[in-house]
């Protein structure tokens, strides 16, 4: 982890970047503690605590840009030109905001189109991948199912989504199977997570 600490005049934006690691705010102030600081002034105002606020709007993002305006930070003084002073440092790659670890399950049916997708700067990373049949109300149209099988298709699905922020696949079943029956009746089930 390392610290950032800044003073951003009223009326200006805050950038706050961590290239691919969380913001993790320490603190953050607004209003005029010093005459000396961002357009010096005679005017004094006492500061308001605006982390909750700043929290809300960049905590566990990469990168983040905000307005210091009074619409969004508030008035703690009218008629006083403000400043924003605040800390933050990058945390870890486990606290990223919204980190979709959980495993995802896609169904497609034989002649779809199997689209994932990970919200950048996520990526894919297939789990399992299978091809076939485990039960007969999944993808049934025009299907005649007396039948179950099952062929791995992680190779397949590994070799196009792996390490990628989206990607689609058209399943056909040659791609899956040499298996007639279940090249006939088969549907592709996709697991995967965004890390």
């Given at each position: 982890?390392?610290?950032?600490?800044?003073?951003?005049?009223?009326?200006?934006?805050?950038?706050?970047?961590?290239?691919?690691?969380?913001?993790?705010?320490?603190?953050?102030?607004?209003?005029?503690?010093?005459?000396?600081?961002?357009?010096p002034?005679?005017?004094m105002?006492?500061?308001?605590?605006?982390?909750a606020?700043?929290?809300?709007?960049?905590?566990?993002?990469?990168?983040?840009?905000?307005?210091?305006?009074?619409?969004?930070?508030?008035?703690?003084c009218?008629?006083i030109?403000?400043?924003?002073?605040?800390s933050?440092?990058?945390?870890?790659?486990?606290?990223?905001?919204?980190?979709?670890?959980?495993?995802?399950?896609?169904?497609?049916?034989?002649?779809?189109?199997?689209?994932?997708?990970?919200?950048?700067?996520?990526?894919?990373?297939?789990?399992?991948?299978?091809?076939?049949?485990?039960?007969?109300?999944?993808?049934?149209?025009?299907?005649?199912?007396?039948?179950?099988?099952?062929?791995?298709?992680?190779?397949?699905?590994?070799?196009?989504?792996?390490?990628?922020?989206?990607?689609?696949?058209?399943?056909?079943?040659?791609?899956?199977?040499?298996?007639?029956?279940?090249?006939?009746?088969?549907?592709?089930?996709?697991e995967?997570?965004?890390?």
């Amino acid at each position: 982890m390392f610290g950032n600490n800044a003073v951003v005049g009223e009326g200006s934006y805050v950038d706050l970047d961590c290239d691919d690691l969380p913001i993790v705010l320490l603190e953050a102030t607004w209003g005029r503690e010093s005459q000396d600081v961002a357009a010096p002034t005679r005017d004094m105002c006492p500061n308001s605590d605006v982390l909750a606020v700043l929290q809300q709007e960049c905590e566990g993002e990469t990168h983040c840009r905000t307005w210091t305006t009074v619409a969004s930070l508030g008035e703690p003084c009218e008629g006083i030109e403000k400043y924003l002073s605040y800390s933050y440092e990058c945390g870890d790659e486990d606290i990223v905001k919204d980190v979709e670890s959980e495993t995802q399950t896609e169904v497609v049916c034989a002649y779809s189109r199997a689209d994932l997708e990970c919200d950048f700067p996520l990526v894919i990373s297939i789990v399992s991948a299978s091809f076939g049949r485990s039960d007969d109300s999944t993808c049934t149209e025009g299907v005649t199912v007396d039948d179950t099988c099952d062929a791995d298709a992680a190779l397949v699905f590994e070799d196009v989504c792996n390490d990628r922020e989206q990607c689609e696949l058209y399943v056909h079943p040659s791609r899956f199977t040499l298996d007639s029956t279940c090249a006939s009746i088969g549907y592709a089930t996709v697991e995967f997570q965004c890390v």
